[in-house]
């Protein structure tokens, strides 16, 4: 069963709040079965909320640069293994 590959692309949509009510409980569900995916998601929306609470408390550009490049990848890794599977 690799059904999480699914669940991964709605993470984003999810954290934005652009998932329907019936997409978010999809995800919750399987959140709630799959320890793989709440944790990939708990370190994707914490590396979304350090870059929102760097960027209020006005941190030096080069470490939101390094962040978001950070976080750039993890996209990038993202379509990636998507693309693949
Ligand atoms: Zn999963």
Known sequence: MSCCEEYIPLMSDYIEGDLTPEEKKVI??????????????Y??????????YLEINSCPQEVT??????????????????KLS
Not at 28 to 41: A, Q, S
């Open 28 to 41: 919750d569900e399987h959140f709630h079965d799959c320890e793989k995916c709440r944790n990939f998601f």
């Open 43 to 52: 370190s994707f929306k914490n590396s979304i909320q350090l870059i929102e």
């Open 65 to 82: 640069d390094r962040l978001n490049k950070i976080l750039a990848e993890k996209r990038k890794d993202k379509q990636t293994k998507t």
